[in-house]
T-cell receptor, first 114, second 111 residues
Framework: EAQVTQNPRYLITVTGKKLTVTCSQN?????MSWYRQDPGLGLRQIYY???????DKGDVPEGYKVSRKEKRNFPLILESPSPNQTSLYFC?????????????FGNGTRLTVT | GQQLNQSPQSMFIQEGEDVSMNCTSS?????WLWYKQDPGEGPVLLIA?????ELTSNGRLTAQFGITRKDSFLNISASIPSDVGIYFC???????????FGGGTRLMVKP
């Protein structure tokens, strides 16, 4: 089944403790992206990647890092999480090189930073 | 960055009613997408629009790509309880460019 898989689904952590949220897709998509969703603000893009070893900042990149060493994986790294990073995070992928290819989303990771 | 205004923010309707929501932008988009998000899930694509003026249906859902390329609407006819969720519009300037999302419309359906 074609899908985007995020782990973990839920995470509670403390301020300053580094964490990684993993994202993997099995559709051979070139494009991958991370969003955060906050009440009243919709989905805001954190980082995106057009292909392996190519990453770019989205609208709200501060406090986040990403890497794209392999095509299928696009982990989101919070080196020193803070309470304002408490949010619902979504990974998504698509294949712009194949023409019309809308984003496919994972099921989300709910992060709470205390 | 680009802004997408989606309205209404929420609506509470009776089962069987039709509902309409729309998005407007200050910038031109070449692609409009409509997603639905169920509680605890990621957004799922409902309809994709790629051409100005395009009107596309998916079951009881109909969406249109505005002629000016700065707006789009989504209609749901004869709503049912499983239509409950948050609906998002999204615009894209060019393939490979990032999507800009609207703030979402939370739909509640009373049986």
């Amino acid at each position: 089944e074609a899908q985007v898989t995020q782990n973990p689904r839920y995470l509670i952590t403390v301020t300053g403790k580094k964490l990684t949220v993993t994202c993997s897709q099995n559709m051979n998509h070139e494009y991958m992206s991370w969003y955060r969703q906050d009440p009243g603000l919709g989905l805001r893009q954190i980082y995106y990647s057009m292909n392996v070893e190519v990453t770019d900042k989205g609208d709200v990149p501060e406090g986040y890092k990403v890497s794209r060493k392999e095509k299928r994986n696009f982990p989101l790294i919070l080196e020193s999480p803070s309470p304002n990073q408490t949010s619902l995070y979504f990974c998504a992928s698509s294949s712009p090189n194949r023409g019309r290819s809308p984003l496919h989303f994972g099921n989300g990771t709910r992060l709470t930073v205390t | 960055g680009q802004q997408l205004n989606q309205s209404p923010q929420s609506m509470f309707i009776q089962e069987g009613e039709d509902v309409s929501m729309n998005c407007t932008s200050s910038s031109i988009f070449n692609t409009w997408l409509w997603y639905k998000q169920d509680p605890g899930e990621g957004p799922v694509l409902l309809i994709a629009l790629y051409k100005a003026g395009e009107l596309t249906s998916n079951g009881r859902l109909t969406a249109q790509f505005g002629i000016t390329r700065k707006d789009s609407f989504l209609n749901i006819s004869a709503s049912i309880p499983s239509d409950v969720g948050i609906y998002f519009c999204a615009g894209q300037s060019n393939a490979g460019n990032m999507l800009t999302f609207g703030g979402g419309t939370r739909l509640m359906v009373k049986p």
